[in-house]
Nanobody, 115 residues
């Protein structure tokens, strides 16, 4: 079973940037999709960004133009570059890896946007 470990969260001011990392214990090439989700207090978990094995990307409307998902296959790591952060981006961010056999989640990393 592949394990995912997120890192890079923290407290930043509005307008700031963070880069989240999701390190996998095995090759990420086995997954059809690598995704970032987030869950704010009292809200449902929502899909933020998706990266397919064919390198297609999709983003939630709320983050388009501000967030970028990418991967480094050699490091088995997926990234989420987040720019121009807003208070509404405050949430726990989760990494997800999926293929027809596996649907794996990380433990999450807290992102807080506040002045």
């Amino acid at each position: 079973q592949v394990q995912l470990v997120e890192s890079g969260g923290g407290l930043v001011q509005p307008g700031g940037s963070l880069r989240l990392s999701c390190a996998a214990s095995g090759t990420i090439l086995q997954f059809n999709y690598m995704r970032w989700y987030r869950q704010a207090p009292g809200k449902q978990r929502e899909l933020v960004a998706s990266l397919s094995s064919g390198s297609s990307t999709n983003y939630a409307d709320s983050v388009k133009g501000r967030f970028t998902i990418s991967r480094d296959n050699a490091k088995n790591t997926v990234y989420l570059q987040m720019n121009n952060l807003k208070p509404d981006d405050t949430a726990v961010y989760y990494c997800n890896a999926k293929n027809i056999w596996l649907d794996t989640w990380g433990q999450g990393t807290q992102v807080t946007i506040s002045s």
